[in-house]
């Protein structure tokens, strides 16, 4: 398959920054892997050189046996219709932080916010931290993974009680 | 001892009489089941026709349905709307996610029984219940009023302390500004 | 002696019980006299950590709750779901599950904008409107409960294919239902989209140039109402609509009489498409067989996939770690930029009587906010 436009993107990639990892997925995804000190700058040359002017979304994933976290920013292009997945890795800790890009896109500012709230990762620059969704919460960040949802469900939470006869043998067996 | 027929009591049967007929339900979406009361309220199904309404105010509702799973964020809402709302009252429990949690029973952040935090008049079963289920179980809730038998909301004011410590336990320290005990002296119930 | 102008503010909260708000959300407005000079939208009440539920679950048990984030238009969560497990472990989809899988988007799409044409109406005063849409959208309902067994979730669309064939006589109740509701059109136009009220209080409110909306990060039919034809549908094709006939409409003046004409004609789109998939759909199996799903473990990878639902751009980012169990799930839902700080662009400098009609023509839906 004749991968045109996506080929002239790795291209464009590549150009500055020489030694990235930067693979054809498939038709339109292109995925880029950076060193964190180099994103602000692939940002503003997606941007403005690039024609990469909407970010769909940044993700973060939290590899907690790595001892990182990676977060991916996603960038697509109505003109050239090609989707650049960068991903980077920053250190798993108790207060980690990273860099704003809320100056260059409106979106981030709220993305970021739900990242900070879900996964404790403070985005420096960014003037709006506060809580969005988890405003009765004062737990610790639930989407990392060293909180387990089940045991904390069972133990704070007021189940009904219901024993019905057909069910005393499925209870004594306990989950498989 | 047979029972004395006084003007008071001709008056609450007529007063039951015609309030059953008349429920107004408050206008609050608080989950995912809210998505079948449009159809109900709506030409092919027409709740009107019982004489249920939604109004937006809770002062002036008699009906709280809680459509679904709650949030401990919407729970708060809830209380505080539950509180402004005038005697008598009653609560609807929508879905199985008001019976044990349903499909979130291991989320961190809905509760599995909403029992322990309002007193329940009737519960639907479904996920989510048809329109047809909704107008059986409204039918069911103007007979238990007729027969005098849905007065849930006196359970609140007698065991406030009970829920009170319930909804301390998830929610902590929170102000209502509902005086409950001078409300339930006035009612002549504890 | 220094003149003090008084400015006489006060705060509004437009709080989660509320009519005029689609949901459960909340906008608190701060306002001088009737103009609003500052929003803030506050959400959250319906949050139930569906990521988070999602990795406890085996792939399979993940269909039945998946459906659920995004309520009144529930398949295209099913359908990113499907379509990111079938990328990441490599399966194909026999053609005649695509042909059905685009058809329960688009019978969905028409549904979604019923309702929407409902709430928009609702909003300036109009209430007969949601009366007649809401109870056509009924009979698609009827549809897709003659389809999948159930009204609003359907759990129908699953890695590998579709759960079931169509039964016997569904094509005809299908082109007797697009029959009905195009019939229906014309009444609509009378009473709605040709009434001149609706142009008095719709025309110039919430309006947005198109760089203001690519800056914002606005997608769907609010984008079109803006001048640009971007549709994922065409731009990143996915399913049978490669080989569907179907054109996408645009408006220029991207305020909210714009979006609702859009919608309009984004309707009638879809009642041709669901037409072409009934009359070209062809033969052949609608399941490729998956291993056992108790034991299925995918192989370790990501897969970024994004659908047009009728709010604008869906998209899911899944990483899988080779386990049993998908080791991350990220839910983009459209109205994330919608719901947030477009509305709060919007609102600041209008007037409090258009503030629920701002969020409507949005069509900003709180549940794909909070997941």
Same mark, same amino acid.
């Given at each position: 398959?004749?991968?045109?436009?996506?080929?002239?993107?790795?291209?464009?990639?590549?150009?500055?920054?020489?030694?990235?990892?930067?693979?054809?997925?498939?038709?339109?995804?292109?995925?880029?892997?950076?060193?964190?000190?180099?994103?602000?700058?692939?940002?503003?040359?997606?941007?403005? +050189?690039?024609? !990469?002017?909407?970010?769909?979304?940044? #993700?973060?994933?939290?590899?907690?046996?790595?001892?990182?976290?990676?977060?991916?920013?996603?960038?697509?292009?109505?003109?050239?219709?090609?989707?650049?997945?960068?991903?980077?890795?920053?250190?798993?800790?108790?207060?980690?932080?990273?860099?704003?890009?809320?100056?260059?896109?409106?979106? $981030?500012?709220?993305?970021?916010?739900?990242?900070?709230?879900?996964?404790? /990762?403070?985005?420096?620059?960014?003037?709006?931290?506060?809580? !969005?969704?988890?405003?009765?919460?004062?737990?610790?960040?639930?989407?990392?993974?060293?909180?387990?949802?089940?045991?904390?469900?069972?133990?704070?939470?007021?189940?009904?009680?219901?024993?019905?006869?057909?069910?005393?043998?499925?209870?004594?067996?306990?989950?498989? | 001892?047979?029972?004395?027929?006084?003007?008071?009591?001709?008056?609450?049967?007529?007063?039951?009489?015609? +309030?059953?007929?008349?429920?107004?339900?408050?206008?609050?979406?608080?989950?995912?089941?809210? /998505?079948?009361?449009?159809?109900?309220?709506?030409?092919?199904?027409?709740?009107?026709? %019982?004489?249920?309404?939604?109004?937006?105010?809770?002062?002036?509702?008699?009906?709280?349905? /809680?459509?679904?799973?709650?949030?401990?964020?919407?729970?708060?809402?809830? /209380?505080?709307?539950?509180?402004?709302?005038?005697?008598?009252?009653?609560?609807?429990?929508?879905?199985?996610?008001?019976?044990?949690?349903?499909?979130?029973?291991?989320?961190?952040?809905?509760?599995?029984?909403?029992?322990?935090?309002?007193?329940?008049?009737?519960?639907?079963?479904?996920?989510?219940?048809?329109?047809?289920?909704?107008?059986?179980?409204?039918?069911?809730?103007?007979?238990?009023?007729?027969?005098?038998?849905?007065?849930?909301?006196?359970?609140?004011?007698?065991?406030?302390?009970?829920?009170?410590?319930?909804?301390?336990?998830?929610?902590?320290?929170?102000?209502?500004?509902?005086?409950?005990?001078?409300?339930?002296?006035?009612?002549?119930?504890? | 002696?220094?003149?003090?102008?008084?400015?006489?503010?006060?705060?509004?909260?437009?709080?989660?019980?509320?009519?005029?708000?689609?949901? +459960?959300?909340?906008?608190?407005?701060?306002?001088?006299?009737?103009?609003?000079?500052?929003?803030?939208?506050?959400?959250?009440?319906?949050?139930?950590?569906?990521?988070?539920?999602?990795?406890?679950?085996?792939?399979?048990?993940?269909?039945?709750?998946?459906?659920?984030?995004?309520?009144?238009?529930?398949?295209?969560?099913?359908?990113?779901?499907?379509?990111?497990?079938?990328?990441?472990?490599?399966?194909?989809?026999?053609?005649?599950?695509?042909?059905?899988?685009?058809?329960?988007?688009? =019978?969905?799409?028409?549904?979604?904008? =019923?309702?929407?044409?409902?709430?928009?109406?609702?909003?300036?005063?109009?209430?007969?409107?949601?009366?007649?849409?809401?109870?056509?959208?009924?009979?698609? =309902?009827?549809?897709?409960?003659?389809?999948?067994?159930?009204?609003?979730?359907?759990?129908?669309?699953?890695?590998?294919?579709?759960?079931?064939?169509?039964?016997?006589?569904?094509?005809?109740?299908?082109?007797?239902?697009?029959?009905?509701?195009? #019939?229906?059109?014309?009444?609509?136009?009378?009473?709605? !989209?040709?009434?001149?009220?609706?142009?008095?209080?719709?025309?110039?409110?919430?309006?947005?140039?198109?760089?203001?909306?690519?800056?914002?990060?606005?997608?769907?039919?609010?984008?079109?109402?803006?001048?640009? $034809?971007?549709?994922?549908?065409?731009?990143?094709?996915?399913?049978?609509?490669?080989?569907?006939?179907?054109?996408?409409?645009?408006?220029?003046?991207?305020?909210?009489?714009?979006?609702?004409?859009?919608?309009?004609?984004?309707?009638?789109?879809?009642?041709?498409?669901?037409?072409?998939?009934?009359?070209?759909?062809?033969?052949?199996?609608?399941?490729?067989?998956?291993?056992?799903?108790?034991?299925?473990?995918?192989?370790?990878? @990501?897969?970024?996939?994004?659908?047009?639902?009728?709010?604008?751009?869906?998209?899911?980012?899944?990483? #899988?770690?080779?386990?049993?169990?998908?080791?991350?799930?990220?839910?983009?839902?459209? @109205?994330?930029?919608?719901?947030?700080?477009?509305?709060? +662009?919007?609102?600041?400098?209008?007037?409090?009587?258009? $503030?629920?009609?701002?969020? %409507?023509? =949005?069509?900003?839906?709180?549940?794909?906010?909070?997941?």
């Amino acid at each position: 398959m004749e991968y045109v436009e996506e080929k002239k993107v790795v291209d464009d990639i590549k150009s500055v920054f020489k030694e990235v990892d930067c693979i054809i997925k498939r038709e339109r995804r292109v995925e880029v892997k950076l060193p964190k000190e180099k994103l602000l700058e692939f940002a503003l040359r997606m941007q403005t +050189n690039w024609d !990469f002017p909407h970010l769909s979304a940044i #993700s973060c994933v939290d590899w907690i046996d790595d001892g990182e976290f990676e977060l991916v920013y996603h960038f697509w292009s109505y003109n050239r219709k090609v989707l650049v997945s960068a991903s980077i890795r920053i250190p798993r800790e108790e207060n980690a932080h990273f860099e704003t890009l809320s100056h260059l896109w409106q979106p $981030a500012k709220f993305f970021e916010r739900d990242i900070h709230e879900m996964f404790g /990762i403070t985005f420096d620059g960014n003037d709006d931290m506060s809580k !969005f969704i988890l405003e009765e919460w004062d737990g610790p960040p639930p989407m990392r993974k060293d909180f387990v949802t089940r045991e904390y469900a069972l133990s704070f939470y007021h189940f009904r009680e219901y024993h019905p006869e057909w069910m005393k043998d499925l209870e004594g067996a306990g989950e498989k | 001892m047979e029972k004395q027929v006084t003007a008071r009591n001709v008056w609450e049967r007529i007063f039951t009489k015609l +309030n059953k007929r008349s429920l107004w339900m408050l206008h609050y979406c608080t989950g995912c089941g809210a /998505i079948e009361l449009p159809p109900t309220m709506t030409a092919r199904f027409d709740m009107e026709r %019982f004489g249920i309404m939604p109004m937006v105010t809770p002062r002036q509702a008699d009906i709280l349905l /809680i459509t679904g799973y709650l949030s401990l964020k919407t729970l708060k809402r809830v /209380i505080l709307t539950y509180e402004q709302m005038q005697a008598p009252k009653w609560v609807v429990g929508f879905g199985s996610c008001t019976i044990n949690g349903g499909m979130y029973w291991n989320s961190y952040i809905t509760i599995k029984s909403l029992d322990q935090y309002l007193p329940v008049d009737l519960y639907i079963a479904g996920c989510m219940p048809r329109p047809e289920a909704i107008i059986e179980a409204f039918n069911t809730l103007i007979k238990r009023i007729d027969e005098g038998k849905a007065d849930a909301w006196k359970d609140y004011y007698r065991n406030y302390d009970f829920y009170k410590e319930n909804q301390r336990k998830v929610l902590g320290e929170f102000e209502t500004y509902v005086d409950i005990k001078a409300d339930a002296k006035r009612f002549g119930i504890v | 002696m220094a003149e003090v102008k008084e400015r006489r503010v006060y705060d509004l909260f437009i709080g989660p019980n509320h009519p005029g708000i689609e949901g +459960n959300y909340s906008m608190q407005l701060t306002l001088e006299g009737d103009k609003i000079v500052k929003a803030k939208t506050q959400g959250g009440f319906l949050h139930r950590g569906f990521e988070k539920l999602m990795e406890e679950r085996l792939f399979i048990q993940n269909i039945a709750i998946v459906c659920r984030i995004c309520v009144p238009d529930p398949d295209p969560n099913e359908e990113n779901y499907a379509r990111a497990v079938e990328e990441i472990a490599g399966i194909e989809v026999p053609i005649r599950a695509k042909y059905i899988r685009t058809l329960v988007l688009e =019978l969905s799409r028409i549904a979604s904008h =019923l309702f929407t044409f409902g709430g928009h109406a609702g909003t300036i005063g109009l209430y007969t409107m949601p009366n007649w849409s809401i109870a056509d959208r009924d009979r698609i =309902l009827d549809l897709f409960e003659e389809l999948t067994g159930a009204r609003v979730y359907h759990i129908y669309i699953m890695p590998g294919g579709v759960r079931r064939d169509f039964p016997a006589g569904f094509k005809k109740h299908v082109m007797e239902v697009m029959d009905y509701i195009e #019939s229906r059109i014309p009444y609509y136009d009378d009473l709605l !989209f040709d009434n001149a009220i609706l142009y008095k209080r719709a025309k110039g409110i919430g309006k947005m140039s198109l760089e203001d909306a690519i800056k914002w990060g606005v997608t769907g039919p609010n984008l079109r109402a803006c001048g640009l $034809a971007a549709d994922v549908r065409k731009d990143d094709p996915y399913e049978a609509y490669p080989y569907l006939d179907f054109e996408i409409p645009t408006r220029t003046e991207g305020d909210a009489l714009a979006r609702l004409l859009v919608r309009r004609a984004e309707l009638i789109q879809s009642i041709s498409i669901v037409r072409q998939v009934i009359e070209n759909i062809p033969e052949g199996p609608v399941w490729n067989k998956i291993p056992n799903p108790l034991k299925w473990k995918v192989p370790a990878g @990501s897969a970024y996939v994004r659908c047009e639902s009728s709010k604008g751009e869906y998209a899911y980012y899944m990483v #899988s770690d080779g386990g049993r169990k998908p080791y991350r799930v990220h839910v983009r839902g459209a @109205s994330v930029t919608h719901g947030v700080h477009v509305l709060e +662009n919007l609102l600041v400098g209008s007037r409090i009587e258009d $503030a629920s009609q701002i969020m %409507f023509s =949005l069509d900003a839906c709180p549940p794909e906010i909070d997941r």
